[in-house]
């Protein structure tokens, strides 16, 4: 396994940006994962970091090896697609071998690694079966045998659950994650679901229009957005714009204001509170310090969303459902609440860190 | 609704199954010199054509000049398809509008171009004169060479529309895994892209090789009056011998042999992609 | 090609552009040579040309032949189209929309003329009008009938293929929604179908046309004096000779392909019907 580093990595397309500058390097053994909305360059970064699109300028290093030139074929890169992309004309045992093939084995050697590569995806019994005879699942499988079976220097993913249903996508998530770090796989992953990134990824890198956002760990950027928009990509957020009126609170733009800690904000031109809403208690009466009026109340099982009204404003609260006979349960629409939070955890950003 | 479908349906049975069994019944009938046919239920034609030297050889010609027209539009025609079928530009259309207008022009035409370019004194000659590659004019027109070449032109943009249809359909992905996986450019090309344009290379070589056997005035422009292929046979049994029941029974073969791999292409293969 | 990359070519790439450059060279070297040829001033056929006229022009319009010849091919064509397009449309929609056993079958006959050889089927019908002529003692071989007749055998399984295709691409909501809002099964038709089978029919058209129009196969037999299609006048004059004079009337033949093309194209992108 390698280290794999990107320096001022750039892709424009004639006038419009690809990507835009890009540095990141990817320890031997770790899982980075891109994120951000759809068109943000995350599938252009992996594709140059494969060797099928040569970058309009930067270089990609495997570890102190510049590869910018290097042909695809000559990366050894694994790489699983998102559309799997297995050989339609070949059983799933030739689509493992074919990588294999390609680097001179025999027969007899790449029967060995194949039983072995899908014995760890657990497919042994359907070597012989062809792509379209699988499940979307086992075809998943296929694709992460074969990117596997070459010993790849880097793995890469793109998108690898997005074609599974919701139950299954939360199973093979678990699993390639755990394979991953058995196998300590240099790994840089591209997905549009920050579930999928903060579950599964040591690194996050948060990516929009073509430039990096913030990188750190899932816990680094769940509670220190470094802007509006990552804090709204990284999870549900309540975002309020304004100002701050002192070191202790912030003042909407419609004048509400809202307890804070302003030593929490690094940034001076921040002009927007965010509070994660499972942050936010919610007190029945009008006993606290922010006062408002229940607009809405949705039950979702687990938790129960609780959408209040604070003049202009709203924010949402998320809590756990409470059970019969708590004070929580008797609560309906336009009852008055008060809702409190730990002055610490609002953070005070940039609307946008351009 | 179903009614719809008569008057169509009409004309075609009147105007073409209509002629093929009267064809097929002349076919059985007998010439004579001075009573031009004379009725009869003899298979004499066919057994003729298969065995007489004479029409042993231009059906053998017709089907060896098909074969090998087929073999080197394919080869031809493949790069063109893929580059046609990859391309992403709005240059596309174009290419496409391009490739079909030749074949939309005639072959009476394009045949003619040809024998202004083979000429003794034409642009072919000129140009390796002046070149030095030669130094006397090549004899070009009325040999089978120049026959191969125009045929080659006229079927080769039915081969590379149909080759890029299919190629079109082949996820690009499937060769972005592959160089992924460690094969070259041209092993891409052995491994995935070839073995799945199959359908595409048969469809497209049973069209190709049905519209070789056909040529008609290709044969007649560019091979000149001594040069034999099956269709100008047909056309002389019918102008120049008056036997109308030999012209009959070498059309007919002609139409058996093209009907059998007609049907056989459209069993086999999804008929979509046939263009003309 | 593949994977073409910042470095420079290969030997395989190299000879992929080679072969790619040689087929549109083969495909498009005879029609570049007979639309320069018709320009040239000298009149054998020959290189470097001794001057530039449009001499030939004249003098192709001078001889009857051809201009007898665009006349009949023009008229054919136009009539075969006339008569073939609504044919082959209404065809098309009883295949598509109707609900009668088979349709399938139906569309497969419909198609077969464009599977029989052109010189095949001119046989049949040369040899089916010369005996219908003597039953009905009347000419059919070379009039102007006769050669439509057999063109609407182009015409008919063109429109069907077109116009399948058309139809089968598009959605039937769009026919249910106009009936449930009140819309009789007429109108229906004429403000929804219709105008979803346009381009089917507008491509139709154009296909029957040029088919008609450059058929040489399914015609030689079917003309005579007096009646004869542009390329079988063509193909006359060229058994003795090649010269500008006839590359010019090619010149015309093309020009008329290329313009029926473009104005078609305004209607409907041709890429996407064939
Ligand atoms: N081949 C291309 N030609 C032109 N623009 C492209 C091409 N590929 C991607 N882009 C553009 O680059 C941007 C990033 O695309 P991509 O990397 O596919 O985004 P993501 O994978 O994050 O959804 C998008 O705006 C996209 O439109
Ligand atoms: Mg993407």
Redesign the interface.
């Known amino acids: 396994m390698a280290q794999l580093t990107l320096e001022k990595l750039t892709k424009r397309f004639g006038t419009s940006i690809g990507v835009e500058s890009l540095d990141l390097s990817v320890n031997e053994g770790e899982l980075v994962a891109l994120l951000g909305p759809s068109g943000c360059g995350k599938t252009t970064t992996l594709r140059m970091v494969a060797g099928f699109l040569p970058p309009t300028s930067g270089r990609v290093l495997f570890d102190r090896e510049d590869v910018t030139q290097l042909p695809a074929y000559k990366r050894a890169t694994g790489m699983v697609f998102q559309s799997y992309a297995l050989f339609p004309h070949m059983s799933a045992a030739d689509n493992v071998g074919f990588g294999l093939e390609m680097r001179g084995l025999n027969a007899a050697q790449r029967k060995t690694k194949i039983d072995e590569a899908l014995k760890l995806v657990r497919l042994s019994h359907l070597a012989d079966r062809l792509p379209r005879q699988l499940s979307g699942g086992q075809q998943q499988r296929v694709a992460l045998a074969r990117a596997l079976v070459i010993n790849p220097r880097i793995f890469l993913l793109d998108e690898p659950l997005s074609n599974l249903d919701a139950k299954l996508r939360a199973e093979v998530r678990l699993e390639i994650r755990a394979l991953q770090q058995r196998l300590g796989l240099t790994t840089l992953m591209v997905t549009h679901d920050r579930e999928e990134a903060l579950t599964m990824a040591d690194r996050l890198v948060v990516m929009d229009g073509g430039r990096v956002r913030q990188i750190g760990t899932p816990q680094q950027l769940y509670d220190s957005p470094v802007d509006a928009f990552v804090a709204d990509f990284v999870g549900r957020c309540n975002i309020l714009s304004g100002r701050r009126a002192n070191e202790r609170e912030f003042r909407t733009t419609g004048g509400l204001l809202l307890p804070t800690d302003v030593a929490s904000s690094e940034r001076d031109d921040a002009d927007a509170f965010a509070l994660r809403p499972e942050r936010i208690t919610v007190v029945a009466g009008e006993t606290g310090e922010v006062r408002g009026r229940v607009q809405a109340i949705t039950y979702m099982g687990a938790q129960t969303e609780y959408v209040v009204a604070l003049g202009d404003e709203t924010l949402v609260a998320v809590r756990p459902t409470p059970d019969a006979g708590e004070p929580l349960a008797a609560l309906k629409p336009h009852d008055a609440v008060s809702l409190q939070w730990d002055r610490k955890v609002p953070r005070l950003v940039p609307q946008t860190s351009k | ?5 008569v ?3 009409l ?2 049975l009147a ?2 199954i ?3 069994i ?2 097929f019944r ?1 076919s059985l009938n007998q010439f004579s010199p001075t009573q031009l046919m004379v009725q009869a239920l003899s298979p004499d034609n066919y057994i003729k054509a298969a065995t007489d030297p004479y029409y042993q050889q231009i059906i053998l010609a017709t089907l060896g000049i098909a074969l090998l027209c087929t073999l080197l539009t394919l ?6 398809a ?2 046609l079928g ?1 391309m992403e530009s709005r240059w ?3 290419v ?7 074949l ?14 083979f ?1 003794r ?3 072919v000659n ?2 390796l004169l002046k070149l030095g590659v030669i130094s006397a004019p090549l004899e070009i027109m009325y040999t089978t060479k120049a026959v191969i ?2 045929i ?2 006229v079927v ?2 039915y081969m ?2 149909t080759l890029s249809a299919v190629i079109e359909s082949i ?1 690009r ?17 052995w ?2 892209i070839l ?2 344009s199959g359908p595409g290379v048969a469809a497209g070589s049973i069209l190709v090789f ?1 519209l070789c ?2 040529t ?2 290709t044969a ?2 560019l091979g000149g ?1 001594r040069f034999k292929m099956m ?1 100008p046979a ?2 002389d049994q ?2 120049r011998g008056n036997n ?1 029941p030999m ?2 029974a070498l ?2 073969m ?2 058996a042999v ?2 059998a791999f ?1 049907v056989f292409g459209s069993v086999a293969f999804a008929r ?1 992609y046939r ?2 | 090609m593949l994977f073409r990359f910042t470095g420079q070519l290969s030997f395989g790439q190299f000879a992929v552009r080679t072969l790619i450059a040689v087929a549109y060279a083969i495909i498009f070297a005879p029609v570049v040579m007979i639309v320069m040829t018709s320009f040239f001033a000298q009149e054998i056929v020959s290189f470097p040309p001794s001057g530039l006229s449009l001499k030939w022009y004249a003098n192709a319009l001078s001889k009857p032949e051809f201009l007898r010849g665009l006349v009949t091919s023009f008229q054919v064509a136009l009539l075969a189209t006339a008569i073939g397009v609504p044919l082959g449309t209404a065809a098309a929609l009883a295949i598509v929309r109707g609900e009668f056993r088979g349709r399938q079958a139906l569309s497969s006959f419909l198609l077969a003329p464009l599977a029989v050889p052109g010189v095949v089927a001119g046989s049949g019908l040369y040899m089916f009008y010369v005996l219908a002529e003597d039953l009905l003692d009347r000419d059919i071989k070379a009039t102007t009938e006769g050669l439509v007749a057999a063109h609407t055998l182009l015409a008919i399984p063109w429109t069907v293929r077109l116009v399948v295709a058309s139809l089968q691409g598009l959605d039937r909501a769009a026919e249910e929604a106009a009936a449930n809002l009140g819309a009789s099964p007429f109108t229906v038709f004429r403000r929804i179908t219709l105008p979803m089978m346009r381009s089917g029919i507008v491509a139709a058209a154009m296909f029957s046309f040029i088919q008609s129009f450059e058929n040489l196969d399914l015609s030689m037999l079917l003309v005579g004096p007096g009646r004869i299609t542009l390329p079988v006048a063509m193909l006359n004059y060229l058994e003795f000779r090649i010269d500008p004079t006839l590359a010019a009337v090619a010149t015309v033949q093309i020009a008329l392909v290329g313009l029926l093309m473009v104005i078609t194209d305004r209607f409907v992108k041709l890429s996407r019907v064939v």
């Open positions: 609704m179903a009614l719809l479908v008057p169509a349906c004309l075609v105007l073409l209509g002629p093929m009267l064809m002349i080869i031809l025609a493949f790069p063109a893929y580059w990859r596309k259309s174009l496409v509008i391009a490739t079909l207008f030749p939309l022009v005639g072959n009476v035409v394009r045949s003619a171009g040809w024998m202004a370019l000429a004194d034409g642009l000129t140009s070449i125009g080659i032109a080769l943009p590379i529309l996820p992905d499937l060769e972005y895994a592959a160089a992924n996986l460690g094969a070259s450019g041209a092993r891409v090309f491994r995935v073995p799945l049905v056997m056909n008609y005035a007649v422009l009056p269709a047909v056309y019918f102008v109308w012209g009959a059309a007919f002609l139409l093209t009907m007609t979509k263009t003309g």
